[in-house]
């Protein structure tokens, strides 16, 4: 295709970004975009995976801490409405709520297992924010058994609201390959590196799990060498 009707279709300015960095050459401007587009797709099964095994982990240690595997349709009015978490407006109990509204007006049968597949990764994230974590006794942590004595709460919430971020600009075809005004791939290496460390924190077989399929490092060298 060339540069001009992928314009059309993708947009001006969209491409305007890639063109510049490439010093208007449209034909380098055209393969970096594929190369960001490749990247991205190597990345889709890795966040993928994190996010399955991230949820589930999370999931399970708070069934513990409730002793309740179905916390997740109780808890709306238990901790997830406590006066405390009006300042967020109640935004896990209306996750929940909205999970729960749409299936029923698809006729389909709400379960716990259904509410569960119907959350976002923010929904899992938002559970180490303080207001949060606090009403389910810090049991989130505990998902990340090998983590290192020094990090809190805190330093994972950073990992996970990147992590998180990342996610959204690839799910929304938002360009990955740049800081600032040049071509850079370091925040894309940062982000792989940071879901090895938390699934290596979850259990060193699912960062082996998730090496089989990891192919961002190839793609990236061919958009170094752009």
Not at 29 to 53: C, D, G, M, T, V
Not at 148 to 171: E, G, H, V
Not at 187 to 195: D, G, K, L, P
Request: with cysteine.
């Amino acid at each position: 295709m060339n540069y001009n009707k992928l314009e059309y279709f993708v947009s001006q300015q969209r491409l305007d970004r890639f063109l510049n960095v490439c010093g208007n050459s449209k034909v380098k401007a055209q393969k970096l975009y594929r190369i960001n587009l490749r990247i991205a797709q190597a990345a889709y099964p890795i966040l993928s995976l994190f996010e399955i095994f991230f949820r589930n982990a999370v999931y399970n240690h708070v069934s513990a801490y409730f002793v309740d595997p179905n916390w997740i349709l109780h808890e709306k009015t238990g901790f997830m409405a406590h006066p405390s978490l009006k300042r967020s407006n109640f935004y896990l109990k209306k996750c929940i709520q909205n999970a729960e509204t749409s299936m029923i007006r698809k006729g389909r049968v709400v379960t716990t297992g259904h509410v569960l597949a119907e959350q976002t990764f923010g929904f899992w994230t938002s559970l180490f924010e303080p207001h949060h974590y606090k009403l389910i006794g810090g049991s989130p942590i505990k998902c990340f058994v090998n983590k290192p004595p020094t990090i809190n709460r805190s330093a994972i919430a950073i990992k996970l609201d990147s992590i998180r971020a990342f996610r959204n600009r690839i799910y929304h075809n938002e360009p990955i390959c740049f800081l600032n005004n040049t071509i850079d791939f370091t925040h894309v290496e940062n982000i792989i590196q940071s879901i090895y460390e938390l699934t290596d924190w979850m259990d060193q077989d699912l960062k082996e799990y998730i090496e089989y399929f990891d192919n961002v490092k190839t793609k990236i060298k061919d958009g170094k060498g752009l």
